[in-house]
């Protein structure tokens, strides 16, 4: 898709669709004299009375002849200046992508935005949520969707400073897209040597890439990891990315959880919904299109990302609940629940992580526990951590990109529900209830103490059913953009 921008743009050049975004200060002004330019010197009375009734904060379309053609007009609402978020002008660029009815379009875009906000930078946040809305996986379907994006043409007095701000956003954009991908796919291709593959594919862009196989893990007693992968055929990983342009800067780890598919184990998991366990593998793919993205950008940072890469199937070699497995951490972990596997997992890739690179910031993503659903929906992701001034810097890149993150207590009340009676720790709670709690607390024993550590519980947001501003039902890639802001913001 080819995104452009230009202080001047003719809409002749327009075959298909014309949008006019503005704010509900002079926005009818602005409108006016857009479709006055459109039209010549005179506007149709029916188009006079559809604007006077328009409201500035929704999308109207509208198809008319002019100038010897079929124009689509869509005319965005943006709302009352004040309330105008960089997150919401790209949400806009979203619902423009739904309200198009071309099936190959070419955009052209007017927006007074610009004029009526801080940031200069409208015309490109609106090209890039139209971007991440229009992306779609048909790779597995005879018959295409013929929808596509030919163009996008934007005009800005600010060209500058929107071409390289849509730069920055299509590398974050296409990270975004990697973890969509990584994740869709059914798990008969998705498997732990396809993830190897992906995250090899990084070395093209200056990441170190470690590989260690069960021999490797066998050596370095990550017991947790290699004990989830015992009923599968299919072999485990634990992998390591390091991105460093300055030792001087401090080391972040990103340490994701990469269960290819999670059939729950012994404890088998319901037939309802289990086919979407191909998605257990998304905290890894966001640690993968985070690099993808922050290396595309050359962005100057110290970050290593730490992945365990794990089938989780039923065998006669299966794990099976009473087990008891001594981790990477010689902390021993009795196995009450086979499905409980993300943090088992994650125990000795968080320990690698430690041992390895002694970073001073971890943050980790994992699809980790049903419960977080309940609690938040599909709306926000699960924010726990040890640190309250990670936690702000976290939220505000959250709410400055709009993904949603709410933090949620570690008090150690809760550590007497996932104590052993036979061995140090127990891999699920004793008692209903707290279920994302018990697992951060289960987490933070493989984590350094003087270690600022985040775990974002991304279980109802990576997915989600429903059609979503800047993503298709499906995978939403939930991450990538939120790291790429912190990490961009705090630590380049």
Known sequence: MEVVFGESLSLESSKSVIVIAATAENGAKFVED????????????????????????????????????????????????????????????????DNIKSKEADISVFNNIENNVKFKTAAAYLAS??????????????????????????????????????????????????????????????????????AKALKQLGVKVTVLDKKDMEKLGMNALLGVGNGSDKPSYLIAMEYKTDNAKEKIALVGKGLTFDSGGICLKPAHRMSEMKEDMTGAAVVIGTIK???????????????????????????????????????????????????????????????????????????????????????????????????????????????????????????????????????????????????ALFLKHFVDKNAKWAHIDIAAVASDPRNRALSQKGATGFGVRLMNDFIKKYYN
Not at 79 to 87: D, F
Not at 158 to 180: C, H
Not at 305 to 330: C, H, L, T, Y
């Open 34 to 97: 857009k479709l006055k330019e459109l039209f010549g010197t005179t506007i149709p009375d029916d188009i006079k009375d559809f604007l006077k009734d328009l409201d500035y904060k929704k999308i109207e379309s509208f198809s008319i002849v002019a100038k010897g053609s079929m124009k689509e007009i869509i005319i965005v609402g943006a709302g009352k200046k004040e309330s105008i978020t960089r997150a919401g002008v790209e949400k806009l660029g979203g619902y423009i992508f």
């Open 129 to 198: 949520g139209i971007s991440l809305k229009s992306w779609t996986f048909e790779k597995y379907k005879t018959k295409k969707n013929p929808q596509k994006i030919k163009s996008i043409k934007c005009q800005t007095q600010y060209v500058k400073e929107n071409e390289e701000e849509y730069k920055a956003l299509k590398a974050i954009n296409e990270g975004v897209f990697l973890v969509r991908e990584m994740a869709t796919e059914p798990s008969n291709f998705m498997t732990p040597d396809q993830m190897r593959e992906e």
């Open 293 to 439: 993205a922050i290396a595309t950008q050359k962005l100057k940072a110290n970050i290593v990302g730490v992945i365990g890469v794990v089938e989780n199937m039923i065998s006669g070699s299966a794990q099976k609940p009473g087990d008891v497995v001594v981790s990477m951490s010689k902390k021993t972990i009795e196995i009450d629940n086979t499905d409980a596997e993300g943090r088992l997992v994650l125990a000795d890739a968080l320990w690698y992580a430690k041992e390895k690179y002694e970073p001073k910031v971890i943050i980790d993503f994992a699809t980790l526990t049903g419960a977080i659903e309940i609690a938040l929906g599909h709306e926000f992701a699960g924010l726990f951590s040890n640190s309250d001034e990670l936690c702000e810097k976290l939220i505000k890149s959250a709410d400055f990109v709009g993904e949603k993150l709410w933090k949620f207590p570690l008090h150690p009340s809760y550590e007497d529900d996932i104590k052993s009676d036979i061995a140090d720790i127990r891999n699920t709670e004793r008692v209903r209830g707290a279920g994302s709690i018990t697992a």
